[in-house]
């Protein structure tokens, strides 16, 4: 009686044997093709891994097995991504103090990854919060200090009431805190920043290079914001002020009317001193403060001002321009003052609203919008075909070629302003006002001067003594045992940083403390750094683009401008899964519809679970849940043990036995399909195509089932070709072939192109380009005798039926096309 395939004994089976071989635990520098891929590392923040990671982390696995059969020395390495908001909310809300929920959440997590059966080199493992990590998170905030890249200022910050710490402007994009979605306010706080803004260009000219999704290249080249323009020089009337205002769009200066500041700008009060308008100015101000702090702001929408009772001084000739303070204008965009005209939408709408008097300078070729244009019936913006007017000397040029010229004459002729370059990046501020995070290793003298902790200090521990709960005051001023270590180190009234840094930095460099393995002695050996980096793939959502992708790509540059390593970015290939969802709608726990990994491996199997939902739909767009359908892939692995465990009955064991060994001792129909599914697979893998892998095996399985018996080495290939996608059960089919050391060791299959060549071929017949039928005929038919089987064919008949027949083509293999007339 034939065993059936029971996945809970198999799986065990192999991932004991794989842990107690060391079958993935890599050799970093004995390495002569390496090949590093990552997925994006989890957060153990209590909840245990959901699909998300499973579809995340599987499919990944499969494409580095399919590397591994291809000869390459492939490092999978994982880790915990261990500080930040995540773990400590999870830690607030259970009353367990981050550090010990923490480190069992994280052995639960490693017990739940290894039931996946992936190539993951544990010994080589990471986590964030483990101080022999965030020692080198504290060395990496030093070396941005020594070189000036760190620095401290005060800044209105986006805060999170709920969270009680500062978010990044990544972080809170549509206004609302990513992790909590409480509404983000403006707070006045002094915070550490990098300055990332000093790698814009290098950030940008760097995607050309990546292959990466476009998408994410174009979030990035966007975030990044590059904008070439003119700063002119201004002064405020009357008023000990001058500045200067960016103009990316300098070909229509003249048209200028107005200047708008920012609310938050700390000039104002000063400004409408003694004014009139004072306090309702004042008022005006502290109104949008509040609109801003309790809304999702919307720039455009939002289009409320105030004048000052202020000029700016006449920059172009054209008149003193009224200063407005305008609540869609960023103060942290160029000096937070614009200059504003007719030809900008915004400016425009501003203008029309409260009555400012406006200039069109640029006008359409057609004489009736120009004419609707100088009514002021709507705006004409960019428009490369616009015809200028002012100045004078550029009248009848159009306005996408005076550009140029434009430029040059406010510099040189003129000479009030600069050419120039922005970008819309800010600087990365890295501060948090939050306890579970890399303490900032930076201490006070007596005078309140910083000072970098020497690295002898490092890691600078998290103290324990302290509430971790929010309560709007750094919780690390609150730790005795910290300020005491400090004293005792550097001297009575010393104090040390209380802010700790933001998670982003310490995923902002982790692949490089892969390669490491655990070294207290340097950052990262520059001889493996150089053979390994950067990162040959990279698997993780999207939602990162202008987050850690753009931090990892910052870091790496400053890293290598410092000599500490070769590597230019971080990851060369980038792919993102798709979302899994369940009935049409994302999982979650409040609608019920999330569904546990471990129910279903517990039934069906890992591999099984796997295959499954790379079977859902590309990888990167994903697929709908469907409790059926791993039914159906349930039943392909029971049908492919089958098949080994029928043949091998017949024929015995490996190609000691009777078993037939030759591929061309099989049948024509399964040589032909065999070479055409290792095609096909072979091809769909390398491409993250592993639905369509997983529908080519399926039918060869539908036409191999059908034979008496299988070559050793058809159903070599076959356990060959299922490896990356159903790793158990390789390795179980491979040792019943008697195969030696683990299938994973063994070369890839390659396809033959001649036996790919069949006896028949399908031919499409056409009636005036219309696809009317399909026709199965032999490779070396006649013609003549092919065109006749396409007029005879039933469902070509009716379409010729009393019609003439005009022309009959037939293209070898391929096509027969019938033209009729009537």
Known sequence: ???????????????????????????????????????????????????????????????????????????????????????????????????????????????????????????????????????????????????????????????????????????????????????????????????????????????????????????????????????????????????????????????????????????????????????????????????????????????????????????????????????????????????????????????????????????????????????????????PEGILEQPEEFAGRKWGEVRGDIIDYLQNKMKIGEETVQYRLRDWSISRQRYWGAPIPIVYDPEGKPHPIPEEHLPWELPHDVEFKPTGTAPLAQSKELIKRTEKIFGKGWTPEVDTMDTFVCSSFYQFRYLAEGSTKEFVPKDIEKKWMPVDMYVGGPEHACMHLIYARFVTKALRDFGFIKADEPFKKLVHQGLITNQGAKMSKSKGNVVSPDEFIDQYGSDVFRMYLMFMGPFTAGGDWNDTGIKGVDRFVQRIFSLFETNIAKNGKGKGKSMNTKLDQDSKEVNTKLHATIKKVSEDIPRMQFNTALSALMELLNIVEKQDSLSFEALKTIALLIAPLAPHLAEELWGQLGGEGFIIDQKWPEYDPKQLVTDTVTVVVQINGKVRAEMVVPTEISEEDVLKMAKDHENVQKYLSGKELKKEIYIKSKLVSLVVAG
Request: glycine residues 6%; hydrophobic residues 35%; proline residues 5%.
């Open 1 to 383: 009686m034939l065993n059936t395939y029971s996945p809970t004994k198999v799986e065990k089976k192999w991932q004991k044997k794989w842990q107690k071989e060391g079958a993935y635990t890599v050799d970093l520098e004995k390495a002569t093709d390496p090949f590093f891929s990552m997925v994006m590392f989890p957060y153990p923040s209590g909840d245990k891994l959901h699909v998300g990671h499973w579809y995340n982390f599987a499919p990944a696995d499969s494409y580095a097995r399919f590397m591994r059969m291809q000869g390459k020395q492939v490092f999978t390495p994982m880790g915990f991504d261990a500080f930040g908001l995540p773990a400590e909310n999870y830690a607030i809300k259970t009353g367990v103090h981050p550090d010990d929920s923490i480190t069992s959440n994280v052995e639960t997590m490693i017990t739940q990854l290894k039931r996946i059966g992936c190539m993951y080199d544990w010994d080589k493992m990471v986590n964030t919060s483990k101080s022999e990590y965030y020692r080198w998170t504290q060395w990496l905030f030093l070396q941005m200090y020594k070189n000036d890249l760190a620095y401290k200022k005060d800044a209105n910050v986006n805060w999170c009431n709920s969270c009680q710490t500062v978010l990044a402007n990544e972080q809170a994009q549509d206004g609302s805190c990513e992790r909590c979605g409480t509404e983000v306010i403006q707070k006045p706080m002094t915070q550490w920043y990098w300055k990332i803004k000093n790698y814009a260009q290098q950030l940008l000219d760097g995607l050309d290079d990546l292959d990466w999704p476009e998408k994410t290249k174009l979030m990035q080249r966007n975030w990044i914001g590059r904008s070439e323009g003119v700063n002119i020089k201004s002064k405020i009337k009357d008023f000990d002020y001058e500045f200067e205002v960016y103009d990316s769009v300098p070909q229509t200066f003249k048209a200028q009317t107005f200047s708008v500041i920012a609310p938050e700008h700390p000039i104002i009060p000063e400004l409408v001193k003694g004014k009139k308008n004072e306090k309702e100015v004042l008022e005006f101000i502290e109104r949008i403060k509040k609109l801003k702090a309790t809304e999702k702001y919307n720039f455009d929408e939002h289009l409320e001002g105030i004048f000052t009772g202020a000029y700016v001084d006449d920059p172009y000739g054209t008149g003193d321009l009224p200063l407005w303070i305008a609540s869609f204008v960023v103060m942290d965009y160029g000096t937070g003052i614009v200059h504003c005209s007719a030809h900008d939408e915004r400016d425009f709408a501003f203008a029309k609203k409260y009555d400012i008097p406006l200039n069109p300078v640029m006008f359409p070729a057609d004489k009736k919008e120009a004419e609707k244009i100088k009514n002021l019936e709507y705006c004409y913006a960019k428009d």
